[in-house]
């Protein structure tokens, strides 16, 4: 795996990583997604997280795990290319993929301080909220920037065509 600056880590590798962060006393902010065509709602919502700590760790949903919760004609891009992507951005710290279409057991695995999903989830129902809770972490709802979805913006290509 090409790991783009060294921020695209293998859950072993981002374990260790962090572990090591957690010892200097660093706040870890985490956030998952599909992230399949970057908009502006996507790079608000990532500094916005990234303002939260001192590290943003961002759970990359693999191309069969895309598929699985958007459909046969997603991702439009794979995942290498939505990691490069998201890892050319100052706010993302790592990027880490999980297949299970569960972000928790990576959540687990790393017991980040701060959990955060756009707003269109309720902190109760964002996955792993009850484990962060429990490990003394906080669970945020971001705000949601209308009009800006890849849902739509597929949607606005293929009218065009």
Same mark, same amino acid.
């Given at each position: 795996? @090409?790991?783009?600056?060294?921020?695209?880590?293998?859950?072993?590798?981002?374990?260790?990583?962090?572990?090591?962060? *957690?010892?200097?006393? *660093?706040?870890?902010?985490?956030?998952?997604?599909?992230?399949?065509?970057?908009?502006?709602?996507?790079?608000?919502?990532?500094?916005?997280?990234?303002?939260?700590?001192?590290?943003?760790?961002?759970?990359?949903?693999?191309?069969?795990?895309?598929?699985?919760? *958007?459909?046969?004609?997603?991702?439009?891009?794979?995942?290498?290319?939505?990691?490069?992507?998201?890892?050319?951005?100052?706010? !993302?710290?790592?990027?880490?993929?999980?297949?299970?279409? @569960?972000?928790?057991?990576?959540?687990?695995?790393?017991?980040?301080? !701060?959990? !955060?999903?756009?707003?269109?989830?309720?902190?109760?129902?964002?996955?792993?909220? *009850?484990?962060?809770?429990?490990?003394?972490?906080?669970?945020?709802?971001?705000?949601?920037?209308?009009? @800006?979805?890849?849902?739509?913006?597929?949607?606005?290509?293929?009218?065009?065509?």
């Amino acid at each position: 795996m @090409n790991s783009f600056f060294g921020k695209v880590l293998s859950k072993e590798q981002l374990v260790n990583d962090i572990s090591s962060l *957690k010892k200097k006393s *660093k706040k870890i902010v985490f956030t998952n997604g599909c992230f399949d065509i970057l908009h502006p709602g996507h790079v608000s919502y990532l500094a916005e997280a990234r303002s939260l700590g001192d590290i943003l760790v961002v759970g990359l949903d693999t191309d069969e795990s895309v598929r699985k919760l *958007k459909g046969e004609s997603r991702p439009i891009q794979n995942q290498e290319a939505r990691a490069k992507v998201l890892t050319s951005l100052r706010s !993302v710290d790592y990027v880490c993929f999980f297949g299970e279409g @569960n972000p928790e057991p990576l959540i687990e695995a790393i017991v980040p301080d !701060v959990l !955060v999903k756009g707003g269109d989830w309720q902190p109760e129902q964002i996955r792993g909220s *009850k484990f962060v809770r429990a490990s003394g972490g906080e669970v945020k709802s971001l705000k949601f920037v209308e009009g @800006n979805s890849t849902t739509n913006i597929v949607g606005k290509i293929k009218e065009q065509n």
